[in-house]
């Protein structure tokens, strides 16, 4: 530690130094100071049980031991050389081996540049230029995912609604936006588009909102049927819902996936991944130079963040990882769906066991519409007594670690006990 600035001090300096006085990420009213298994502590020494989990990277807990040995092994060997290293083509070798659509791998740094190349990859292979997203589903930041992702009035289907300022307007041309879980309007769509589309994206689990019974399978029939690519972004799912990740969970493969999050076990790396014929496509000897699709980044690959990936993967395939993780979120969502219950909240717990949230809504919410139908002042009440008794997460979801403990779990209980006491009062 350097020196002893107090939390409050730290907060004024980044609202001189930091638009909105944060890194974009998260309210900047806490600053973090270290992490250890399911807990972290801020700068005020103020304790936590941590459901953010770094928005999902440390599945296998904060400061992991064998995550800090990889990662402290590689540092002091150099971190990083541009050229091909062995961690990175050993953690590329482990994902075609879990992930059921992955026969090759291409790393970058982040979530939204693999979705940005697997959208790029779909257009170079099937040589069209339209995408088709669904609304609410995030696929990060580029100008082309930034497409209704959160519109406050929503627009009418297939037209997108860009969620920022300084997308290109040419761009809406090339996107189009279907609801979540209908399947009719997705496969209508896809067959008037299919002389223009490339491909589908979506996340297979939708925030929180899982897919219901034949939507992924539904999808999955007719865009093989058109010729058009479909791509699944399990930057959240992946190694999460299962060690193949959504695609081995639900049971559905698609051509092309992207990975991200807890590959990297707490570094920067992310990855897409699917079939070779595709994958063909970032090689230009392999498809020559009108089908080759350029793409290069500096830290792709990292060996530093590929031991620490690699690390976090042998965690999870020990014996009982996943039956442990869902045993936990399992309880979890259970306890809170009964507790909001018995105090007359109308409320859905959704999601799947190791990741969830709720949503203070009397219907069953099966797309973003129905997440707008929650009650939003209450949640955000709900997040703050939260905040204030001990528990930390993100304005909608819960991020389960397998090293959450049965003592996190009831600590988490009684702080929902105590906040949901005072909902609304
Ligand atoms: C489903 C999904 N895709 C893509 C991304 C973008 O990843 P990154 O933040 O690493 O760019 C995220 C980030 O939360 C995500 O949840």
């Known amino acids: 530690m350097t020196t002893a600035e107090t939390q409050s001090g730290l907060i004024d300096k980044a609202r001189r130094v930091l638009p909105g ?3 974009g990420n998260f309210p900047g009213d806490i600053v973090i100071r270290e992490g ?20 999902g990277p440390m599945l296998v807990g904060h400061a992991h031991p064998d995550v800090t040995a990889a990662a402290q092994a590689r540092i002091a060997e150099g971190t990083t050389f541009f050229a091909n290293n062995r961690y990175g083509i050993e953690l590329a070798e482990a994902i075609v081996a879990a992930v059921p659509c992955a026969e090759q791998v291409r790393f970058v740094s982040t979530g939204s540049e693999a979705d940005l190349y697997a959208m790029r990859a779909a257009r170079a292979f099937t040589r069209r230029d339209k995408i088709l997203k669904f609304e609410g589903g995030y696929h990060g930041m580029s100008d082309y995912s930034l497409m209704s992702l959160a519109p ?30 209908d399947l009719e309007v997705a496969a209508g769509l896809v067959r008037e588009y299919r002389q223009e589309l490339a491909g ?10 899982p897919p219901a019974p034949g939507f992924l399978e539904g999808l999955r029939r007719i865009t093989a049927e058109n010729g058009v690519l479909l791509i699944f972004d399990e930057v959240v799912t992946g190694f999460r819902l299962a ?5 081995e969970y639900y049971g559905v493969v698609p051509d092309l996936c992207t990975l991200g999050k807890v590959i990297g076990g707490g570094f920067p790396l992310a990855a897409i991944a699917g079939r070779a014929e595709i994958m ?6 392999a498809v020559g130079d009108d089908g080759f699709m350029m793409q290069v980044g500096t830290l792709s690959g990292n060996p530093v963040a590929a031991a620490a990936g690699l690390a976090t993967l042998a965690i999870l395939q020990r014996p009982r990882a996943y039956e442990r993780l869902f045993a936990t979120g399992r309880e979890l969502m259970g306890t809170l769906a009964e507790l909001l219950k018995k105090r007359g909240i109308a409320a859905q717990v959704t999601g799947e066991p190791p990741l969830f949230d709720v949503v203070l809504s009397p219907e069953p919410v099966r797309d973003y519409r129905g997440t707008l139908r929650g009650n939003a002042d209450m949640m955000r009440r709900f997040n703050a007594l939260l905040r204030e008794r ?14 959450h403990t049965p003592e996190d779990v009831r600590y988490t209980s009684n702080a929902w ?8 009062t």
């Not at 250890?36 to 928005?55: P, T």
């Not at 001990?390 to 090293?403: D, H, N, P, T």
């Not at 006990?417 to 609304?424: D, F, K, N, P």
């Open 21 to 23: 006085g944060t890194f």
């Open 36 to 55: 250890r298994g399911g807990r972290v502590w801020d700068e005020n020494g103020k304790e936590y049980v941590d459901f953010l989990l770094g928005s």
């Open 152 to 181: 406050k009035r929503p627009g009418n289907f297939p037209q997108p609604v860009p969620d920022s300022a300084g997308i290109p307007k040419s761009l809406r041309d090339e996107i189009l936006i279907a609801p979540f879980n």
């Open 200 to 209: 589908v994206i979506l996340e297979p689990l939708q925030r929180i909102i």
């Open 243 to 247: 060690y193949g990740g959504a695609q």
């Open 280 to 285: 063909a496509h970032f090689d230009r000897s």
């Open 390 to 403: 001990g528990i930390l997460k993100g304005e909608q979801k819960y991020y389960v670690s397998l090293a």
């Open 417 to 424: 006990v105590s906040a949901i006491e005072l909902l609304g």
